[in-house]
């Protein structure tokens, strides 16, 4: 990865940074000849700034649970099954207009273990990198419809409704793939009024 002027403290990244199937978490991380399981998804959307323009050259990586509401690590204490084709994570360099695309599947809801009997509602985390690893926002997307979010206490800790509700991925009929894939459509606002809700930067980059 080539390095960048002083100033900026970081990595230039580029579309050759990445692997041919970083995108896709649906054989990312599959054996041969094998998929993940589960209902097969396209995230897509778009990085704007404050003005609405796109923003070219960021790495957004996503990482999820899979079609069980499980997560691939150690610590995960929840017993529903591991997808051993399924890795849960991905990565995309924005093209020039601030547009990003990834397939994977529909993650399930899972249970909250700080609480009673809490469930989170099916998401996916986004983390987006800035022109350094110092600038990174995190924050997460949720599905149109579920009826677990109203009561996650994670969502619930979001300040404001119209915030909660630029969180919520709306479906895409018009990027669907018939017969393979359904699409949402997931734009993400780095700072002012419309922007988006990050959970370690609330007011963004």
């Not at 926002?137 to 009561?151: C, H, K, N, S, W």
């Not at 669907?176 to 809700?197: C, E, H, K, N």
Request: net charge neutral.
């Amino acid at each position: 990865m080539p390095a960048t002027p002083t100033e900026n403290i970081g990595p230039v990244f580029t579309r050759d940074s990445l692997g041919p199937l970083d995108h896709d978490l649906i054989v990312n991380h599959a054996r041969p000849g094998q998929t993940a399981m589960g209902a097969r998804l396209i995230v897509h959307g778009r990085l704007l700034d404050q003005t609405g323009r796109g923003v070219p050259g960021a790495l957004i990586e996503v990482w999820q649970a899979n079609a069980s509401g499980r997560y691939r690590h150690k610590r995960d204490g929840y017993l529903a099954p591991l997808d051993p084709d399924f890795g849960g994570c991905g990565r995309v360099i924005t093209d020039q207009n601030g547009a990003y695309m990834f397939r994977t599947i529909m993650p399930a809801p899972y249970p909250w273990p700080n609480g009673g009997n809490d469930w989170r509602p099916a998401h996916i985390h986004f983390s987006v990198f800035g022109q350094c690893f110092a600038q990174r926002l995190v924050t997460q997307m949720y599905f149109e419809g579920d009826p677990l979010i109203a009561r996650c206490p994670i969502v619930n800790a979001v300040p404001d409704q119209d915030a909660i509700a630029r969180l919520i991925a709306q479906p895409d009929m018009e990027a669907t793939v018939p017969m393979d894939a359904r699409a949402y459509r997931f734009d993400i606002v780095l700072r002012g009024r419309r922007a988006s809700y990050f959970e370690n930067r609330p007011e963004g980059i």
